[in-house]
């Protein structure tokens, strides 16, 4: 090499930092991808994605690739460095070359570069994989072998190397994607679907109408209470039973009585005509699964039954869509018909709403696994009925019986927490 001239030593070097910086940063831009964003644009036929998920198939084979021309190029250009060296300096510039040549490789063959492609995988990996694809048939024997090698002491130790490249997401994981999309997803959609994800959490209990809440017909009353019910009810589906919600007859809709109305047919022998057969749900079912089964049945109405087949409440399609949806209403406070504010800021609220309907509506974190009602959260958190005036604190919320009837609390007043004051006026 005494014959080369310095020049060309030094473009040789130069050319073989610039080698080593592309292999540092497509080796981290590769690794670095969105493999969900990745799949997407292989599926969109986006040439470099469509290279690059090839080669990502086979991480051992790509990564054998990167680091024998890595070595190759940083090995080389030591030895270039040392010439270099040993031609300006001497015994000593062997030293200096390579106290030099690290510093270099370091800050732009490695750091500098790899940072780079962290910062902006795709621009890098994408070009790349139009360098790695033929380079990899080219060199495939010698890195068939070095992947054969790396992956039998892989095994040695114990590890498995296959199924790692794409793991699954799993639901909370899920919902920490969602909630960092930022302005990717809007909040609305965003929270229609976190609320599918909530499904599988919540059981029909959580979101039924109780029983002592169900507005039905009851045949065994008189005929003009079963008129007034029907002309003045806000629902188009009914339950119909007699004397008794256990003993149900089946589901009215209204719409198939309007004809008997409209000509003065409608009596007890017609109404119970018109009925469907009633539709039973289980408790404990979850949300997801009742949508599904209201789905394959034609449903929008079930009545929830527990293990000796008594109806414990009623739940609807529409209560279950609001799970996902929200509210089909705009102000917080009135979407709960059991919740009154005051002047003061705290809330009257009556015993028997549902603790779900009361964090959604009013942004709480009441506690809800276990009783369903305020009444019941109260009296499983005293183990007694307590007497007005009794004050108490549950999960934060400072919490004042105000009234008391048949051993239950009828009505209470909630001081929210400061933090939940500030979010519900700041919205």
Same mark, same amino acid.
């Given at each position: 090499m005494d014959e080369i001239p310095l020049s060309v030593l030094f473009t040789t070097l130069f050319i073989l930092i610039a080698f080593s910086a592309f292999f540092s940063s497509s080796e981290t831009a590769m690794m670095s991808?969105?493999?969900?964003?990745?799949?997407?644009?292989?599926?969109?036929?986006?040439?470099?994605a469509?290279?690059?998920?090839?080669?990502?198939d086979r991480p051992d084979r790509l990564i054998g690739l990167i680091l024998l021309g890595n070595n190759f190029v940083n090995i080389l250009a030591s030895a270039v460095a040392t010439v270099i060296g040993l031609r300006l300096?001497?015994?000593?510039?062997?030293?200096?070359?390579?106290?030099?040549?690290?510093?270099?490789?370091l800050i732009f063959g490695e750091v500098t570069p790899k940072t780079l492609a962290a910062l902006h995988p795709e621009r890098i990996a994408y070009p790349s994989a139009f360098i790695y694809t033929p380079l990899l048939k080219i060199f495939y024997p010698l890195v068939w072998a070095i992947s054969g090698m790396a992956n039998g002491l892989i095994r040695a130790l114990g590890v498995r190397s296959e199924g790692t490249a794409m793991q699954q997401l799993s639901r909370d994981e899920l919902r920490t994607v969602?909630?960092?999309?930022?302005?990717?997803?809007?909040?609305?959609?965003q929270q229609m679907l976190l609320g599918i994800l909530d499904l599988e959490r919540a059981t029909v209990e959580d979101i039924m109408v109780p029983r002592q809440d169900i507005v039905g017909l009851d045949l065994g009353e008189d005929w003009e209470t079963i008129?007034?019910?029907?002309?003045?009810?806000?629902?188009?589906?009914?339950?119909?039973?007699?004397?008794?919600?256990?003993?149900?007859?089946?589901?009215?809709?209204?719409r198939n009585i309007a004809h008997l109305i409209s000509t003065g047919e409608l009596n007890r022998e017609s109404l119970e005509k018109a009925t469907r057969e009633p539709y039973y749900v289980p408790e404990g079912t979850p949300l997801h699964s009742q949508l599904l089964s209201f789905q394959k049945e034609k449903r929008r109405i079930g009545l929830v039954v527990d293990e000796y087949g008594e109806v414990n409440g009623l739940v609807t399609l529409e209560d279950i869509l609001e799970e996902i949806v929200g509210e089909f209403t705009t102000d917080a406070a009135s979407?709960?018909?059991?919740?009154?504010?005051?002047?003061? !800021? =705290?809330? +009257?609220?009556?015993?028997?709403?549902?603790?779900?309907?009361?964090?959604? #509506?009013?942004?709480?974190?009441?506690?809800?696994?276990?009783?369903?009602?305020?009444?019941?959260?109260?009296?499983e958190h005293l183990e007694a009925i307590p007497?007005? !005036? =009794?004050? +108490?604190?549950?999960?934060?919320?400072?919490?004042?019986?105000?009234?008391? #009837?048949?051993?239950?609390?009828?009505?209470?007043?909630?001081?929210?927490?400061?933090?939940?004051?500030?979010?519900?006026?700041?919205?």
């Open positions: 991808l969105n493999r969900y964003r990745l799949k997407h644009l292989t599926k969109a036929k986006h040439p470099g469509v290279r690059a998920s090839a080669l990502l300096y001497g015994e000593a510039g062997i030293a200096i070359a390579t106290g030099i040549l690290t510093l270099i490789i969602l909630n960092e999309a930022g302005a990717l997803i809007s909040s609305s959609h008129r007034t019910t029907i002309a003045n009810t806000q629902h188009t589906r009914l339950p119909v039973y007699r004397d008794d919600v256990n003993n149900i007859v089946g589901i009215l809709h209204l979407a709960i018909a059991d919740v009154h504010p005051q002047k003061d !800021g =705290t809330f +009257l609220v009556s015993g028997s709403a549902a603790l779900r309907d009361l964090n959604r #509506a009013m942004h709480w974190k009441l506690p809800i696994k276990g009783p369903k009602t305020l009444n019941g959260l109260i009296l007497e007005p !005036g =009794t004050s +108490l604190l549950i999960a934060g919320y400072p919490i004042e019986i105000m009234q008391t #009837a048949e051993n239950a609390v009828k009505m209470a007043r909630i001081q929210p927490r400061l933090k939940d004051w500030d979010k519900r006026t700041k919205r």
